[in-house]
């Protein structure tokens, strides 16, 4: 078998000279129209059609939508911080933090304002132009963590950098007043398909998450919507996850595609490695249903080699996240993703690019 350097020497020289076999999404269509239309009405049938699209072809249809709407030589650097950390009551099988399993992951009280502000300015030193915190809630309650954080929000927006939060569900006055004191997005993943939700976690339904996201979008706030990969599930839940997203009205301005980290203590801890090339195909699929949006390789990067990390640029992705841990996961260090990026020829965003929330939905999702 060849190893990964090879293998992927041999896609980026046979997509340069190859024709395109089987299906085409350029049916019927000028390929330079099809580029510049956003869609949000992807079918599972022309969604598994690409994503099963020869990978050379993949990647290079996906190449092609992403010069359409990105500088292909740049990457955004982001950084999250958990400022709560462990004791979720939430059950989902492949987290660290949940207060159900045995992970060895202590439960912290919230973080003090200053120190994520001084970890925020850390982080724009080093490069990041994007500051996430995350704290291990179901639900954002009402009260003195709530104001602690509209602090943190206000501190690190005064920086001039984006300021992402993951708090878990909201209201839409909740999001609102996260607006006002300068968020720019919310992350809220989908994590997998309608159909195989259930077997990750029992303690909130997949219509809570769109929920979430809808009152998100009620406030102006841009989107951070994504998913995980190599939980056991299936290419036909890959598929399915990726018809949600596609079908959102208006996309995620940021589609964070993971890979499953294994956690000791948790239900996946033992689950089957995950092909990187799944990744490839994931993030490509994602490039060309959701063009303009910045599709994000984050968690598991550091259980892939740099060969398959640049194919996942490549294919598309076009932001990571930085910095040695990713909320309670290994996360490779700033300093070798600046060598990594120098070898690749690539280089960081040097500006926050405000982003602006999309055209309200006229539409719905499947």
């Known amino acids: 078998m060849p190893n990964c350097s ?6 980026i020289c046979d997509f340069l000279v190859s024709p395109a076999r089987g299906f085409d999404i350029f049916e019927n269509r000028k ?25 050379p072809e993949l990647i290079f249809q996906a190449q092609l939508a992403h010069r359409e709407f990105h500088r292909p030589d740049e990457v955004q650097l982001c ?37 994520v502000l001084a970890a925020a300015e850390r982080a724009k030193a080093e490069g990041a132009t994007r500051f996430c915190m995350g704290a291990a809630w179901r639900q954002v309650s009402e009260g003195k963590d709530f104001e602690r954080v509209l602090e943190m929000v206000r501190g690190v927006a005064a920086l001039d950098m984006e300021v992402c939060c993951t708090l878990g569900m909201l209201t839409v006055s909740q999001a609102q007043r ?9 992350n809220h993943n989908l994590d997998t398909s309608p159909e195989f939700y259930s077997q990750i976690i029992t303690t909130r339904v997949y219509e809570d998450r769109l929920r979430t996201i809808e009152n998100v979008r009620k406030a102006g706030i841009t989107v951070c919507c994504g998913g995980i990969l190599g939980m056991g599930e299936s290419d036909e839940d890959r598929i399915g996850l990726l018809e949600q997203l596609s079908r959102l009205d208006p996309h995620p301005e940021s589609v964070p595609i993971n890979m499953l980290v294994l956690n000791e203590g948790t239900p996946l801890a033992g689950a089957e490695e995950l092909d990187p090339l799944v990744m490839v195909r994931a993030i490509a699929t994602a490039r060309i249903l959701m063009p303009a949006s910045r599709v994000r390789l984050a968690a598991g990067r550091r259980g892939l080699s740099q060969e398959a990390v640049a194919l996942c640029f490549l294919a598309g992705a076009n932001s990571i996240f930085t910095g040695e841990k990713l909320l309670t996961t290994p996360n490779p260090g700033a300093e070798a993703d600046d060598r990594m990026l120098e070898s690749l020829g690539l280089k960081a965003t040097r500006s926050a690019r405000r982003e602006v929330p999309s055209t309200q939905a006229t539409g719905g999702q499947a």
């Open 31 to 55: 390929e330079a129209n099809l580029l510049t239309e956003t869609r949000h009405d992807w079918t599972r049938d022309e969604i598994r059609g690409i994503y099963r699209l020869p990978l």
């Open 79 to 115: 950084r999250l911080l958990s400022i709560k950390t462990g004791g979720c009551p939430e059950d989902c099988a492949y987290c660290s933090q949940s207060a159900h399993y045995p992970t060895g992951v202590v439960r912290e009280p919230l973080m003090n304002p200053g120190d």
């Open 178 to 186: 996260l607006k006002d004191a300068g968020l720019s997005a919310y």
């Open 6 to 11: 090879t293998m992927a020497l041999w896609m």
